[in-house]
């Protein structure tokens, strides 16, 4: 499980998802949706904030994914990083 720190317009906020591979996060869509900022991803098991994270390059949401028809139906997020997460990170 890796942290998830998503900036928007309205503040910080932060979330969870898991490495499927070395520059790869898949999250919960819910979580990027609306104008995003900036992403960073922490392989600490919890979120601090002044801790050492790596910046997201992209993101993206599943195609069918739609909050307004479910919030659950195709959920999904692909969290791409800028550079690769430390040795030892598990991956799913």
Known sequence: TVVIEVTKPEG????SGVAIDKKT?????HCLEGKVLKVRVSPAPTYNP???FILGESYEIHPEYDSTESKYNCDLA???LASALPEGTNYY
């Open 50 to 52: 002044k801790g050492k």
């Open 12 to 15: 910080v906020f932060t979330s």
């Open 78 to 80: 692909k969290i791409t």
């Open 25 to 29: 996060i898949l999250t919960a869509a």
